[in-house]
């Protein structure tokens, strides 16, 4: 069955970088499109950014350009997103995500709290 399982997050400072993975399984990854999405607190899960494939194309929020950016390792089967300049208001918990035949899957998520 298909399993995404993310790990990297935690406390860090305003400034600070983290880099969130996501290992895949049960599916054929290297088909499919990957996903970050994230959810504050009290606030709704909202997508931060995706990837292709095969890579070649990405895409962001208005509020994670320039500061984050998304790869994947297709032979691993693992997605990551790193996260540098971060503020508290990217404060959340992240989540890998995939659409396989019009099903979401979802990981557990990993939290990331930037607080000084």
């Known amino acids: 069955q298909v399993q995404l399982v993310e790990s990297g997050g935690g406390l860090v400072q305003p400034g600070g970088s983290l880099r969130l993975s996501c290992a895949a399984s049960?599916?054929?990854?290297?088909?499919?499109?990957m996903t970050w999405y994230r959810q504050g607190p009290g606030k709704e899960r909202e997508l931060v950014a995706g990837?292709?494939?095969?890579?070649?194309?990405?895409n962001y929020a208005d509020s994670v350009k320039g500061r984050f950016t998304i790869s994947r390792d297709n032979a691993k089967k693992m997605v990551f997103l790193q996260m540098n300049s971060l503020k508290p208001e990217d404060t959340a918990v992240y989540y890998c995500?995939?659409?396989?035949?019009?099903?979401?899957?979802w990981g557990q998520g990993t939290q990331v709290t930037v607080s000084s």
């Open positions: 049960g599916f054929a990854f290297s088909l499919y499109r």
């Open positions: 995500n995939v659409v396989r035949a019009t099903v979401n899957y």
């Open positions: 990837i292709s494939n095969a890579g070649g194309s990405t």
